[in-house]
């Protein structure tokens, strides 16, 4: 029996996929998204040790709140660094008839196995994977994260032909994300996919500040404000499907 390590767990999500979301927040991510308002999730060896069979159990608990749309979304932290145990909760989340959804920003996608035989068997019991692309410029990717997010694309488009339903996600960042040839380039990378079924624009926001102080971190995007309302507004309508 896996066993994840998890860092939290949200009873009433409503911002993470269709309806109501039980939300489990997993412990660890390679990431260091300058942006990042759970940086308390990035150390792999933190978090407790959780039973698939008990996050189920948990969940249920809440089930008569979903509605015909809600279920179980796996957030982070990065989801697929734990991808025996993401597989082993979503099996048995569809025993129970349960909606099963991945956050992810797709770091560790590879063609390599044993990642690849693992990730189709996973994809098997998953209903939506909402895909958070940094930039699609590899240069602000590397800057913004510590990597070119090059294999986030070849993830998306792997999706596609795999046919699993996606929802596209892109933080907004004042004088780092929000510049219209990259959303341009973006929207287009978007239309070359048959399995998109919303993009979404999320504008950045700094509530995760105090936890970078917190933790002894120097938070590196403090002389940055959220994008005002026109931005938003040309971003959405840059990446409209």
């Given amino acids: 029996m896996t066993k994840g390590k998890i860092h939290s767990f949200e009873s009433f999500g409503a911002t993470d996929g269709p309806g109501i979301r039980f939300v489990v927040f997993v412990q660890g991510c390679n990431f260091r998204c300058?942006?990042?308002?759970?940086?308390?999730?990035?150390?792999?060896?933190?978090?407790?040790?959780?039973?698939?069979?008990?996050?189920?159990e948990k969940a249920l608990r809440y089930r008569a709140y979903w509605g015909k749309d809600g279920g179980i979304t796996v957030s982070g932290g990065e989801p697929l660094l734990q991808i025996d145990f993401l597989t082993e909760l979503f099996k048995k989340a569809k025993e129970n008839g349960i909606n099963t959804t991945i956050d992810t920003a797709g770091e560790p996608f590879t063609f390599d196995e044993p990642f690849i035989s693992k990730f189709d068997?996973?994809?098997?019991?998953?209903?939506l994977v909402m895909l958070?692309?940094?930039?699609?410029?590899?240069?602000?990717?590397?800057?913004?994260?510590?990597?070119?997010?090059?294999?986030?694309?070849?993830?998306?488009?792997?999706?596609?032909?795999?046919?699993v339903p996606v929802w596209i996600r892109h933080v907004l960042v004042p004088t780092v994300t929000d510049f219209d040839e990259d959303l341009e380039k973006l929207s287009e990378f978007i239309k070359t996919l048959n399995n998109v079924k919303k993009a979404e624009i999320l504008p950045y926001h700094t509530m995760g500040i105090y936890k970078w102080e917190?933790?002894?971190?120097t938070y590196p995007?403090?002389?940055?404000?959220?994008?005002?309302?026109?931005?938003?507004?040309?971003?959405?309508?840059?990446?409209?499907?």
């Avoid at 300058?34 to 189920?56: F, L, Q, S």
């Avoid at 699609?136 to 993830?155: A, C, R, S, W, Y």
């Avoid at 917190?214 to 971190?217: I, K, M, Q, V, W």
């Fill in 34 to 56: 300058k942006y990042c308002h759970n940086p308390d999730t990035w150390g792999r060896d933190k978090g407790m040790e959780v039973t698939a069979d008990a996050v189920i």
């Fill in 214 to 217: 917190a933790l002894g971190y």
């Fill in 132 to 163: 958070d692309i940094k930039s699609i410029n590899p240069k602000t990717h590397k800057l913004l994260t510590g990597f070119d997010g090059q294999n986030v694309l070849e993830m998306a488009k792997y999706l596609d032909k795999l046919n």
């Fill in 121 to 127: 068997e996973l994809m098997k019991y998953t209903d």
């Fill in 221 to 241: 995007l403090k002389d940055i404000d959220p994008p005002t309302e026109d931005r938003i507004e040309n971003a959405k309508n840059k990446i409209k499907i």
